[in-house]
């Protein structure tokens, strides 16, 4: 039985997540200098996730203005 090509992706795990696991935020924390070292791993701080957004099309406007 075969998939459709809808269902197959390349790559699923390079899709951005909006959820971070503990060990990623306390990572991200520690980049942007906002984790303290002895600080505790519950209650973590909020870690904004970027989301790559790809450019839609422009749409080609037709010239009606003539009639």
């Known amino acids: 039985m075969s998939l459709d090509k809808s269902l197959k992706s390349k790559s ?3 899709r951005a997540r909006n959820v971070l696991k503990r060990a990623e935020r306390i990572e ?4 942007e200098d906002r984790w303290v070292e002895g600080q505790g791993a519950l ?7 970027e989301k790559v957004s790809i450019g839609k099309k422009k ?3 037709k010239d009606d203005d003539e009639d």
């Open 43 to 49: 209650g973590l701080p909020k870690v904004r996730v």
């Open 28 to 31: 991200k924390l520690k980049f």
């Open 12 to 14: 699923s795990l390079t």
């Open 59 to 61: 749409k080609k406007k």
